[in-house]
Structure formats: structure tokens, C-alpha cells
């Protein structure tokens, strides 16, 4: 039976970066998906590269940083092995502060001045009754992104199993030996579990993690350019693509498995965008989806080695898979190969569930 170093379970973002890591080590590498590559909450992930620390939890804040810097280099190797057009855009985010953001850093104004008029950076924006900041964020296309991943982990000789939901890690004397799937089994001496929303229903361990439903939608407009910046308000953000798509999203729904949209929920984030840029009024709809994040009970990820000698969590990364598959994947690597991390996982250990 063909044997593998690693196996990883999970194609999304995370696990397939995960395994390209590992083979620029020269590891062997199964990735094991219950479904399509790429198609889970990857595919539905809007792709703002946000760091920002009112919003970034503070534990996770060094790990978000250090991956928004890495985003350039990740998505140059991904292009160059994959041939693929990402949609990196670096034109920053317009970010509108609430009374109560001011009252908590009173400095936002002048940490991240908007340094040219709103009506000139964005002439499309409607009135808004509320101070804006200018964020150096960057945004991607996480579906192209995550297709260029799946072409270049191709490319550098991952092996990929698709359509079987892994059942089981495979355990002999107490240590990893492969997964069980619904079809078949794989032989490996060490498995990283990178399954998201799907990622605590894999024995032996329970990992506390959830689905978390967004739901979303994509608009075009009359024209390519017809929103630059990210946009990002109390009630909607909108990331706009250098093929003319407007994203708008998002919802954070406690649902279950549910991925079916809601026609009501829909409608109201498409006229929360309208008021934010009222000639979106005139815009197509081009699509309405829903994605399952894969949250936690702290809402950060859980990173690093299982108590189970060769079992190893990657997943939990709830709102930040697409900004944290970098610095996650360089990680992991060097933990899986029996490296030591550079930087501290303890807030993340899946130790901090475990009784």
C-alpha cells in the first residue's frame, strides 16, 4: 500500500498551502477532501487581508501581521507555478469609525488619515455620516487564489483524494498511522487535520470546531474601476475585483450546516450597499452564496501538535483562513518536520480544549 509522509485533511486554503510548505521540505504529501478542492469556506471567503488591530483579536494580532506581510511572496510563487492572475490589489481600505472605535483609540484619526478628499479617492461613495480612516490592507480573489494553490501544490507533486469524507485518524500503539475515508483508508505517520468547519468530526479527538454561515453577494457595475478601495462600514463591506465585481458581504450566522441563502437577508445587505454607494442602485446582481466558516469557542484558531503522537490541528481560523494561510502553512511545516515555531502557539494549542 502506497504510504505518504503526511497526510492532510482538508483542501481548502489552508491545507493545500500546508502541503506545498511541506514539499518545499521534500515530504510527501496526501491531501484528503470530502468534496472539491477549494470549495468550502475558501471559495466562499471575500478576501480582505485585514489586520487591523480594533478588529483583530490581540493573540492573533503578531500572527496577522506577519501574514499580511508575507501576502506579496505567497501570491508571487502562486502565479508563477500556477500561471494564474490572483487579484492582489493593494488600493488600501476605506474604513468608517464608529463613535464608540474613536472613544477607544481617539488617535485613529491621525494614526491613519485619509490624506486626499472621500469624493476623490471615492467619488461613487454616497454620504456618511461617519469619520473614515485609510487602512494599507490588501484584498485577493480567494477563488482564484485557491485555484492557483491547487495548481501548484499539483505542480510540486501533491497527491490529492477527493469525494470521501476522511471517517478516522488511524492509530497503531498509540501513534498516527494513516485516515480512514468512506471508501478507503491511507497510510502516513502523521496527519494534520485542516478539515475547517468539519475539522471536530474526526476521531479520536473532538476539536470544538463550528460552522459559522456568512452569507454574501457579488454586483457589477458599470465599469471596472467603478469602486478602487475596500470599503469597509458598520453594516456592509464591499471588496471590489479588478474584473468589475463588487463583493458585498458579510452575515455571521450560528446555523449549523446550512449554506442556503436567504432572499430577504440578501436583499437587505444589497440595500445597505446601495446606501453606502448609491449608484449600485443601477448594478446586476451576479450571485448570492453562503460559506461555512470554521469557527471556535474563543474564536482563534488551533494550531500545532494533538496529544496523539503525529496528530496535528490546523483549522478554527474562522474570519482569517484566506489572510492566515501564509504565515499558517510556514508554521505548521516546521512543527510537522519536528521543527520548533517562531513564534508562540500557546494561545492557539489544541491542548486548550482538551480536559
Known amino acids: 500500500m502506497q504510504t505518504w509522509d503526511v497526510i492532510i485533511v482538508g483542501g481548502g486554503i489552508i491545507g493545500l498551502s500546508l502541503a506545498i510548505a511541506l514539499r518545499k521540505r521534500g515530504v510527501t504529501v496526501l491531501v484528503v477532501e470530502r468534496g ?12 480582505m487581508l485585514a489586520d487591523f488591530p480594533l478588529e483583530t483579536p490581540p493573540p492573533l494580532q503578531t500572527l496577522a501581521t506577519a501574514s499580511a506581510r ?5 501570491v508571487h510563487e502562486l502565479q508563477d507555478e500556477s500561471g494564474m492572475n490572483v487579484d492582489l490589489r493593494d488600493e488600501g481600505t476605506i474604513f468608517f469609525v464608529t463613535p464608540d ?12 488619515p485619509i490624506r486626499s478628499p472621500l469624493s476623490e479617492l471615492e467619488p461613487a461613495l454616497g454620504e456618511v455620516n461617519m469619520a473614515a480612516i485609510h487602512l494599507k490592507e490588501r484584498s485577493v480573489d480567494p477563488r482564484a487564489l485557491t485555484t492557483a494553490a491547487l495548481k501548484a501544490a499539483r505542480h510540486r507533486g501533491v497527491d490529492i483524494a477527493s469525494g470521501a469524507a476522511a471517517t478516522e485518524v488511524l492509530l497503531a500503539d498509540g ?3 494513516g485516515v480512514g475515508t468512506e471508501r478507503s483508508s491511507y497510510s502516513a505517520a502523521a496527519v494534520v487535520n485542516c478539515a475547517g468547519a468539519w475539522a471536530g468530526q474526526l476521531p479520536p479527538l473532538q476539536f470544538p470546531a463550528r460552522p459559522v454561515k456568512g452569507q454574501m453577494l457579488s454586483l457589477v457595475g458599470a465599469s471596472r474601476d467603478f469602486v478602487r478601495h475596500v470599503i469597509r462600514a458598520p453594516e ?15 452575515t455571521v450566522e450560528e446555523a449549523g450546516y446550512d449554506k442556503r441563502t436567504d432572499a430577504a437577508t440578501i436583499q437587505r445587505m444589497q440595500q445597505a450597499a446601495i446606501r453606502l454607494v448609491p449608484a449600485l442602485a443601477q448594478a446586476r446582481m451576479l450571485e448570492a452564496w453562503a460559506g461555512l466558516r470554521p469557527g471556535s469557542p474563543d474564536n482563534l484558531p488551533i494550531l500545532g501538535a494533538t496529544p496523539i503522537p503525529g496528530y496535528f490541528a490546523a483549522t478554527g481560523h474562522f474570519r482569517d483562513g484566506i489572510l492566515l494561510a501564509p504565515v ?5 511545516a516546521q ?15 489544541p491542548a486548550r480544549f482538551q480536559s
Open 101 to 112: 472605535q474613536l472613544r477607544e483609540r481617539p488617535s485613529l484619526l491621525t494614526d491613519c
Open 328 to 332: 499558517t502553512a510556514g508554521l505548521m
Open 236 to 250: 456592509i463591506y464591499l471588496v471590489p475585483r479588478s474584473d468589475g465585481r463588487i463583493l458585498v458581504g458579510a
Open 36 to 47: 472539491e478542492p477549494g470549495r468550502e469556506a475558501s471559495h466562499a471567503a471575500a478576501g
Open 175 to 177: 501513534r498516527v498511522i
Open 335 to 349: 512543527i510537522v518536520t519536528g521543527g520548533q515555531s517562531e513564534y508562540d502557539l500557546s494561545p492557539f494549542s
Open 70 to 74: 508575507m501576502y506579496p511572496e505567497f
